[in-house]
């Protein structure tokens, strides 16, 4: 006989954990997805190597999709049929998938010049995806205790893993390096350049798309059976299941689910469904409204820099000191994503100065990266055996205190209720649309910064 106690840890349902994070992870798995198979894309696209400038722009007109879900958000006073939203995005997220399957390769002429229009245009619907998956699957974890919030979390930071270990069984990455000579006929002289050359893949791009559209697929069924399967029905904050669980409700302000214990309701009829959502045992205090406009702040802060900023700088940071240490810099990142999130859910951090030191040391790390990339190609200790230990510790390091501190935030605001999680996915947005528009400006009209070859 199967027990059910045998699939919990404390409060924890296994199986349903598991379900929020493969949830999680069709937040950013089609984007990331995208950005990792760069490497095989560019040497068949038109573009070359100025493709990514070009889909970090695509990405910005995106976030139209979460400006206009948190204003139906307000508008409708939270009463938004985020369900229907959110599988139509999946759908929209699966399709763009398919078909870039098919078309990836497909060129037209724009003002007199040859473009990528099927893999651009196709990449703009799954950036509004991806964004706007922000301000909906945030808010829609408010319908589970707050402990299930490092488990969307975990599965948003291996959005970047899974794809990351699917191209590394690809190949993509693997490179040589071979010495050619050019003859200058003028002079008869004869002159050597290193080139990389990039190794074709085990298999082809066609099946990687194929791949990220089952990772959607796989996000959209995790969906339907956190809403819709009874056994974990059964674990949503609803009045039936507090009624069941806890003994009455007291139906007042600051109502008390009483039984031996008490949890404070959030709130009583929190949408048309008529979920009540249960939020924190009541010694938790509230926020402080100086606290929350500062929480929020640092969750524009930690995204400007995680999500916009130091992406676009790691070539021009890591490539001094070799294409391993790039390389080992982007693995190992994608491997402390997720496990800030399970350090975060078995070491909770719930102060304000600890949040704001860990993002202080994160924001420290961050200024020597951008100091590297800005000395690029002939950074510090580029010609030093600890080179690039040093480079690929830094970005590991703060990926991880960046991840922590956005998931003990988002924790934080999980107890605050629904609409403080609607606020902390809209200002995640706002941080990574401002980092990525002043990254571009530093990179691609000022030309700050100069990239070394992976071959030298």
Same mark, same amino acid.
């Given at each position: ?29 089609a ?20 493709? %990514? ?17 948190t ?24 399709l ?33 995806v991806?964004c ?22 975990l ?7 899974? %794809? ?14 071979? #010495? ?7 002079? #008869? ?47 949503h ?68 820099l ?11 940071s ?9 390389h080992l ?20 951090? %719930? ?14 790390l ?70 990525a ?6 990179? #691609? ?7 070394a070859?992976?071959?030298?």
């Amino acid at each position: 006989m199967i027990r059910e106690s045998w699939f919990r840890y404390g409060e924890i349902n296994i199986l349903l954990y598991l379900t929020v994070i493969l949830f999680g992870v069709g937040s950013w798995v089609a984007v990331n997805g995208l950005l990792i198979e760069l490497p095989v894309l560019v040497p068949h696209l038109p573009e070359g190597w100025a493709l %990514p400038s070009y889909l970090v722009m695509i990405i910005q007109p995106a976030n139209i999709g979460p400006i206009l879900v948190t204003l139906a958000y307000i508008l409708t006073n939270d009463t938004l049929n985020e369900r229907a939203v959110i599988y139509t995005i999946l759908t929209i997220g699966a399709l763009a998938c398919l078909l870039l399957s098919f078309f990836w390769k497909k060129t037209s002429v724009v003002a007199g010049e040859e473009h990528s229009t099927a893999l651009m245009a196709l990449h703009f619907f799954l950036s509004i995806v991806d964004c706007t998956s922000s301000v909906l699957f945030l808010p829609f974890m408010s319908l589970f205790r707050v402990q299930y919030m490092t488990g969307y979390f975990l599965g948003e930071g291996m959005s970047g893993l899974i %794809p990351s270990l699917v191209a590394l069984a690809q190949g993509v990455g693997k490179i040589s390096c071979e #010495n050619v000579s050019y003859v200058d006929t003028s002079t #008869n002289l004869s002159s050597f350049e290193i080139q990389t050359l990039y190794q074709e893949p085990y298999f082809p791009v066609d099946n990687f798309f194929i791949f990220l559209f089952v990772m959607m697929l796989s996000c959209g069924l995790a969906f339907s059976l956190l809403n819709y399967l009874p056994y974990f029905k059964k674990e949503h904050i609803t009045m039936q299941n507090v009624c069941k669980n806890r003994g009455t409700i007291e139906l007042q302000s600051n109502q008390k689910v009483q039984d031996n214990s008490q949890e404070t309701v959030e709130s009583l009829l929190d949408d048309k469904s008529g979920v009540v959502r249960l939020n924190v045992p009541p010694s938790y205090t509230p926020m402080s409204m100086r606290t929350y406009l500062y929480f929020l702040c640092l969750v524009v802060w930690i995204n400007a820099l995680s999500n916009g900023v130091l992406p676009s700088l790691q070539t021009y940071s890591c490539l001094p000191y070799g294409y391993d240490a790039y390389h080992l810099a982007m693995t190992l990142a994608n491997i402390a994503n997720p496990t800030a999130c399970v350090v975060a859910l078995l070491l909770p951090v %719930p102060t304000c100065l600890v949040i704001s030191v860990l993002t202080f040391l994160g924001t420290s790390l961050s200024a020597f990266i951008v100091m590297t990339a800005v000395q690029s190609p002939f950074p510090v200790l580029y010609d030093d055996p600890a080179g690039p230990f040093v480079v690929v510790t830094t970005w590991v390091l703060m990926g991880f205190l960046m991840v922590f501190s956005k998931v003990s935030l988002a924790t934080l605001f999980r107890k605050e209720g629904k609409r403080a999680l609607l606020w902390c996915g809209a200002m995640t947005q706002v941080g990574s649309l401002s980092g990525a528009i002043v990254t571009y400006l530093l990179v #691609n009209v000022a030309k700050t910064f100069q990239s070394a070859s992976a071959c030298s």
